[in-house]
T-cell receptor
Framework: EAQVTQNPRYLITVTGKKLTVTCSQN?????MSWYRQDPGLGLRQIYY???????DKGDVPEGYKVSRKEKRNFPLILESPSPNQTSLYFC???????????FGPGTRLTVT | RKEVEQDPGPFNVPEGATVAFNCTYS??????FFWYRQDCRKEPKLLMS???SGNEDGRFTAQLNRASQYISLLIRDSKLSDSATYLC????????????FGKGTKLSVIP
């Protein structure tokens, strides 16, 4: 089954404790992306990757890091989480022809 | 001016009604356009891509007006299951690989 998986689905953590949210896709997609969704602000792109070892900033990259060492994986790293990073996070992938995004189920992060 | 704008709604319509949403975008160089559907607290799912000539998928019709920089989504014969938030998405292309989402339009179809 074609899918995008994210882990964990729910996470409560404390300010400053480094965390990683994993994202994996099995569709051999070149393009992968991270979004955060907040009430009243909609979905905003954090980082995206055009292919292995090629990443770039989206609209709200501050406080986040990403890496793309393998085509299927695109982890999101919060080195020092803060309460303003409490949000619903989605990973997505697509091929680089259509850009039709397939989304993971989301990770609900709370930083206290 | 925001890059992608949508009327947030909510649109409350009776079953069987026809409803239309518009979405405007600010960058005239934008290359690709999409409509996504999002159910409460779930991931967005692609509803349809929007082509220059317009396209139809069952009860759904999407159109693009490049001159006025808007896309539209028409839903005919609304079903209760159409209740969701509809997101407009624009891909700029031309060396920028970002995707920009509108904030969504909420639709409630009422029995």
């Amino acid at each position: 089954e074609a899918q995008v998986t994210q882990n964990p689905r729910y996470l409560i953590t404390v300010t400053g404790k480094k965390l990683t949210v994993t994202c994996s896709q099995n569709m051999n997609h070149e393009y992968m992306s991270w979004y955060r969704q907040d009430p009243g602000l909609g979905l905003r792109q954090i980082y995206y990757s055009m292919n292995v070892e090629v990443t770039d900033k989206g609209d709200v990259p501050e406080g986040y890091k990403v890496s793309r060492k393998e085509k299927r994986n695109f982890p999101l790293i919060l080195e020092s989480p803060s309460p303003n990073q409490t949000s619903l996070y989605f990973c997505a992938s697509s091929n680089s022809l259509s850009y039709e995004q397939y989304f993971g189920p989301g990770t609900r992060l709370t930083v206290t | 001016r925001k890059e992608v704008e949508q009327d947030p709604g909510p649109f409350n319509v009776p079953e069987g009604a026809t409803v239309a949403f518009n979405c405007t975008y600010s960058n005239s160089a934008s290359q690709s356009f999409f409509w996504y559907r999002q159910d409460c607290r779930k991931e967005p799912k692609l509803l349809m891509s929007v082509y220059s000539s317009g396209n139809e998928d069952g009860r759904f019709t999407a159109q693009l007006n490049r001159a006025s920089q808007y896309i539209s989504l028409l839903i005919r014969d609304s079903k209760l299951s159409d209740s969701a938030t509809y997101l407009c998405v624009v891909y700029l292309g031309a060396g920028s690989y970002q995707l920009t989402f509108g904030k969504g339009t909420k639709l409630s179809v009422i029995p």
